[in-house]
């Protein structure tokens, strides 16, 4: 349950905006929480550590996404979308309003930029 719905359910964020470090560590206390049968009242006992568990299972992990190595690779993804389809219209108008005259790789971040456009000139 843990892998197939409570991992997914920040994946579109996450694949648009680098979130804070702090709200992924928020997520990873809730799913760390969950797994373990912590409440607000019972803690329960945790057996493993969080980094441990998210390792692979040939690692002798739990196999659960460290979600913000996660996080930074579907926000490059964006940008590796730019470099490979650049006739695509999302492309076109990133390009259009944040590097008109360069490259993806070459651009600046510009004055007022979009949370959008942060985050995904920050995961190159």
Request: one cysteine or more; aromatic letters at 16%.
């Amino acid at each position: 349950m843990i892998k197939s719905v409570l991992q997914s359910i920040p994946s579109y964020i996450m694949s648009i905006y680098l979130l804070p470090s702090s709200v992924i560590d928020d997520i990873e206390k809730m799913i760390n929480a969950f797994w373990w049968g912590g409440r607000s009242n019972n803690r329960g006992i945790k057996w493993m550590a969080w980094e441990r568990m998210a390792c692979p299972k040939e690692f002798g992990g739990m196999g659960f996404r460290n979600f913000k190595a996660f996080n930074i690779a579907m926000v490059a993804k964006q940008g590796w979308s730019f470099m490979s389809k650049p006739e695509s219209l999302v492309a076109r108008v990133f390009k259009a309003r944040y590097f008109p005259h360069s490259s993806f790789l070459g651009a600046k971040i510009g004055n007022n930029p979009s949370f959008a456009w942060q985050s995904i000139w920050n995961s190159r």
